[in-house]
């Protein structure tokens, strides 16, 4: 079939070798900041005039993606901050960029990507944990359990580091083969249910963030490998094999084209309960039609949550010889970045859960008094909204958390806790609620939740836990519900 690209031709790894010279150059940590939150989907308001903006009208994101080499690139930065609201890791948080050594993390030049990225606004794709390619070179020597404890590990340990920070996490890559079995591989060894280990594994080791299943040649629904992941995914959710997303990397690149049907493979995959993205799109010569193409049909499926372009210009190209990006070498960009903007602007479906209703009450503003005539009587009825007084300062070794609702739209919320630690510093914090009847967490940033129905509690994130003397700190989270009450007996309590 002509969209399937010869294997030979589909990777490099000399770019990742360049790479690797300019590890001790950056020594920049990641922040803690907290997760850019997404925008509010409004397909009223005016058409966007950047990809981010008209893809954010629809509550989707337009991403790209970035080595550590392109932070002394501004020609790069200017068009990333000006364009995208995404941003993935080329390399920088493949398996043996992360953990060089067994046990020895390097997060350098991912921090250094990631805190960019984020100072600019933007959300992050985490790629990848469990790869057949780009493995530490130390898994060479190692099968079965040990190969497996090592996964594990690793997976344990960069998830750690970012916890609460990212969007996404591209779980495991490419586990396919393109007739729909299993892809041979040392991981694959292991045992058949690597993947479900690699995915449970990653649930507990940062509950805030989407799992995501990612792999290229998914996105001809009539294909052997695209059924065959799709029955992975279909398993996983009929089993409660926690996984929340297929990344189709569309590459239409090395011999691969827009197929016909992806507009049904999209809505597909959609149909068993996950997020779909495309997380690698590129196109040979840049074909207006198939990016127009490409962006319609991810338009025309709710659950697909965005787009991401393997770079910006063809400069930034793995496969540069096809002039596949939207933007030329001379940062000017081409017929296609139209058609892509345009397609984005035309969007009639929004992302479930990214709609907002006018606030029916000024969310943050104590209510005023009548601006004309002075009332006769007092007021007798209270004001309706929370005081917005900030949260008392705490007593001596002590804590306390003050709710806020970010934002609410039918079927849930957006709330925000504000953590205050009284006079004495601590090392950790825990805050106690009970969320209304019919509510649950789908989502908790900046904190990691224990239950997600009637009494929940949220423990710090391991970066927010020490707060010094009347220092605060946020953590958010997302309740799906069809009531927007507040949650009550809000406490909390150091640790
Ligand atoms: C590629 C990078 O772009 C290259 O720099 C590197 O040499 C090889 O990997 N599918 C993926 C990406 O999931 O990680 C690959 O990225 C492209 C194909």
Not at 156 to 179: I, L, P, R, S
Not at 374 to 400: A, E, F, I, L, M
Request: with cysteine.
């Amino acid at each position: 079939m002509n969209d399937v690209p010869a294997p030979s031709k589909r990777r490099t790894r000399s770019g990742a070798r360049l790479l690797l010279g300019g590890a001790c150059a950056l020594a920049i940590t990641v922040s803690s900041m907290a997760v850019a939150t997404l925008a509010h989907a409004d397909l009223s308001g005016p058409p966007g005039t950047t990809l981010k903006a008209a893809a954010e009208r629809s509550g989707r994101y337009f991403g790209t993606a970035m080595g550590a080499d392109r932070l002394n690139d501004s020609g790069f930065l200017n068009i990333a901050n000006r364009e995208f609201d995404m941003m993935t890791a080329v390399n920088e948080m493949k398996p043996d960029a992360t953990e060089p050594n067994p046990g020895q993390f390097d997060f350098r030049r991912g921090d250094a990507i990631y805190d960019w990225a984020t100072q600019h606004g933007m959300r992050f794709r985490g790629h990848t944990l469990a790869w057949h390619a780009q493995q530490p070179k130390f898994w060479a020597g190692l099968s079965g359990s040990a190969l497996r404890s090592a996964m594990i590990s690793h997976i344990n340990g960069v998830m750690a580091h970012y916890k609460g920070k990212f969007a996404y996490w591209d779980v495991v890559n490419e586990a396919y083969a393109e007739n729909g079995s299993r892809r041979s591989s040392n991981l694959q060894s292991t045992g058949n249910d690597w993947i479900e280990v690699a995915f449970r594994t990653a649930r507990a080791a940062d509950p805030s963030v989407k799992l995501c299943y990612n792999d290229y040649n998914i996105e001809n629904w009539t294909y052997g490998k695209t059924q065959g992941v799709y029955n992975l995914i279909k398993d996983f959710k009929a089993r409660g094999v926690p996984v929340d997303c297929v990344g189709l990397q569309t590459h239409f690149t090395g011999g691969s084209s827009l197929p016909g049907n992806f507009q049904q493979t999209l809505s597909s995959f959609a149909a068993l309960g996950v997020d779909v993205a495309l997380t690698e799109a590129d196109v040979t010569n840049a074909s207006t039609s198939q990016y127009q193409g490409l962006t319609q049909a991810c338009m025309n499926v709710p659950r697909c949550v965005g787009i991401t372009t393997w770079g910006i210009r063809d400069s930034d190209s793995w496969r540069g010889n096809e002039n596949p990006l939207l933007f030329d070498r001379n940062s000017n960009p081409k017929p296609a970045y139209t058609s892509v903007l345009n397609a984005l602007n035309a969007a009639s479906t929004t992302v479930p859960g990214t709609t907002t209703p006018p606030p029916t009450t000024p969310p943050t503003t104590p209510p005023t008094t009548p601006p004309t005539t002075p009332p006769t009587t007092p007021p007798t009825t209270p004001p309706t909204t929370p005081p917005t007084t900030p949260p008392p300062t705490g007593q001596p070794g002590g804590c306390t958390a003050a709710y806020r609702m970010v934002s609410m739209w039918n079927g849930g919320f957006q709330g925000e806790l504000t953590v205050t630690n009284g006079t004495t510093a601590i090392s950790g914090w825990t805050v106690q609620l009970t969320l209304a009847g019919g509510q649950t967490i789908a989502n908790v940033w900046n904190g990691s939740n224990t239950g997600n129905s009637g009494a929940v509690s949220i423990r710090n994130a391991a970066y927010n836990g020490a707060l010094g003397a009347n220092a605060s700190t946020t953590l958010g989270f997302l309740v799906n519900g069809s009531s927007n009450t507040a949650p009550s007996n809000i406490s909390c309590t150091p640790a």
